[in-house]
């Protein structure tokens, strides 16, 4: 969860958005789902192993140059990188960048045991930061705090911007590694998030203009309101990018992470990452939405369904739903029936599996996406037969409802969390302890074949809890 005070975005409009509440922010309780495939043929994994991290032997020949000093930052990098479980290839090649890193966590005493997880950022760190804000977020690395401790509101973590900590809830200590480490690298995708542009300007948002807020003349100030967040662009967004660089599957917040892959299909990583990661989001994905035909008005009735959607809430006014969103953008952007377009459409029918139906959340195309949309009975038929492709898959246990779209180094996959279990029938068998994997499988829509597939686990950090 991320304490709202960051990401504002004001409307000059007479309606008002619902404000944000606690919000539950790690591990559900799932119901184990299990699916035992038959097997046929398999592949490679959807994308390319950890390599190791190496290092250059110093020449024997006399005497000895003065270091070149690039060569010496990556030769530390490499040997930090290995020490950190990390390899090469996750510095991208920003190796003075991750020694600067480096000593900001190595002395920083308020991080505690969890240092280690911190490490793990780096590679999301290093694609988005620009070098404008790099002392400015190495400053803020440098006085993180990280601590654990029984929270009395009912979610699993959260990061405070005003005094910069993550806080877990020590009740989490007793999950499963995976779904830990998913709920602290989840906080410290808020923290990344919240810091990697530098100093935030708040900036104001009206039907015509944008402005820094401090420049509205006070007699207008409190016309302007404010969308507390739009948090489903907040915890939706950071669901998703450590599904992209930690865990591989997503379990929380599914219609913010599916609109926001919806996104991604049709618009491409590049606004993707510039909405998450800009110093405000809802504004820089309002001005998108706008230049695509969206009014203002239109963008808080879309607004307020989300909230209502990802935290199980009945809508008040009118509803936008986010596939009639994404619907209008295919339509914009590609100029063609949407209907003929399977990936998009699995996409669609991924976004919204909750109690809440049409009746609550109406929509002009509600009679496609109701003959679209895939109960857990029926996207179990969808998916075993894809699970009958894979051969050797073990008998594993389905810890969501439903199969995701995830984009990985550019290319999208069905996936899901998982663990393996002993393949009998009888529920006493299982084993609560079994580690959580994700199931990453390459699959092509059009042709409905399953190419290869992959049971993924990130490198596991140690505590003493």
Same mark, same amino acid.
């Given at each position: 969860m991320h304490t709202p005070s960051r990401k504002i975005l004001s409307l000059l409009l007479a309606c008002s958005l619902i404000?944000?509440?606690?919000?539950?922010?790690?591990?559900?309780?799932?119901? $184990?789902?299990? +699916?035992e495939p038959s097997a046929s043929t398999?592949?490679? $994994?959807?994308?390319?192993? #950890?390599?190791?991290?190496?290092?250059? @032997? @110093?020449?024997?020949?006399?005497? #000895? /140059?003065?270091?070149? /000093?690039?060569?010496? %930052?990556?030769? =530390? %990098?490499l040997? *930090?990188?290995?020490?950190?479980? *990390?390899?090469?290839?996750?510095?991208?090649?920003?190796?003075?960048?991750? !020694?600067?890193?480096?000593?900001? !966590?190595?002395?920083?005493?308020? *991080?505690?045991?969890?240092?280690?997880?911190? &490490?793990?950022?780096? $590679?999301?760190?290093?694609?988005? +930061?620009?070098?404008?804000?790099?002392? &400015?977020?190495?400053?803020? !690395?440098?006085? *993180?705090?990280?601590?654990?401790?029984?929270?009395?509101?009912?979610?699993?973590? =959260?990061?405070?911007?005003?005094d910069n900590t993550v806080t877990i809830n020590s009740l989490y200590l007793e999950s499963d590694d995976m779904s830990y480490m998913a709920t602290v690298m989840h906080e410290l995708t808020h923290f990344v998030d919240t810091n990697i542009d530098g100093p935030v300007e708040k900036v104001t948002f009206t039907t015509d203009h944008a402005y820094p807020i401090n420049d509205v003349p006070k007699d207008q100030q409190g016309s302007l309101i404010g969308s507390s967040d739009v948090e489903f662009l907040v915890e939706g967004g950071a669901e998703l990018y450590i599904a992209k660089y930690?865990?591989? &599957?997503?379990?929380?917040?599914? /219609?913010? !992470?599916?609109?926001?892959?919806?996104?991604? &299909?049709?618009?491409?990583?590049?606004?993707?990452?510039?909405?998450?990661?800009?110093?405000d989001s809802a504004y820089v994905l309002s001005e998108y939405l706008i230049s695509q035909g969206f009014s203002p008005e239109e963008l808080i009735y879309f607004y307020t369904t989300m909230y209502a959607m990802c935290y199980w809430k009945t809508p008040t006014g009118t509803v936008l739903r986010p596939e009639d969103v994404l619907i209008r953008l295919y339509e914009k952007l590609r100029g063609s029936d949407f209907r003929a377009d399977p990936t998009f459409c699995y996409i669609l029918s991924s976004i919204y599996k909750e109690d809440f139906g049409f009746d609550v959340f109406p929509s002009p195309n509600e009679e496609f996406l109701k003959s679209n949309l895939l109960s857990y009975e029926d996207n179990q038929a969808f998916f075993y037969p894809i699970l009958q492709q894979l051969d050797d898959l073990p008998p594993l246990q389905f810890y969501a409802t439903q199969i995701c779209c995830l984009y990985l180094d550019g290319k999208l996959y069905l996936a899901a969390e998982v663990s393996r279990y002993d393949g009998d029938d009888d529920d006493t068998n299982d084993d609560p302890g079994a580690p959580h994997e994700a199931l990453v499988i390459d699959y092509d829509f059009e042709t409905r074949v399953a190419s290869s597939y992959e049971l993924f686990m990130p490198p596991m950090v140690e505590l003493n809890g």
């Open positions: 404000a944000g509440t606690s919000v539950l922010c790690g591990c559900d309780d799932f119901r $184990p789902r299990r +699916i398999t592949l490679g $994994p959807p994308h390319s192993a #950890t390599t190791e991290a190496t290092t250059t @032997e @110093e020449p024997a020949a006399t005497p #000895t /140059p003065d270091p070149d /000093p690039d060569h010496a %930052a990556m030769q =530390e %990098a040997e *930090l990188a290995a020490k950190h479980s *990390l390899s090469e290839d996750d510095l991208r090649g920003r190796y003075d960048l991750f !020694v600067r890193f480096c000593r900001n !966590v190595e002395n920083n005493g308020r *991080l505690g045991e969890f240092a280690d997880y911190v &490490y793990l950022l780096f $590679p999301m760190i290093a694609d988005h +930061i620009k070098a404008e804000s790099e002392d &400015y977020f190495l400053a803020k !690395v440098g006085s *993180l705090k990280i601590q654990s401790w029984k929270i009395q509101r009912n979610h699993a973590g =959260e990061y405070e911007q005003s930690f865990t591989h &599957y997503t379990r929380h917040y599914t /219609p913010a !992470v599916q609109f926001l892959t919806g996104l991604e &299909y049709l618009c491409g990583s590049e606004l993707l990452d510039e909405v998450f990661f800009a110093h």
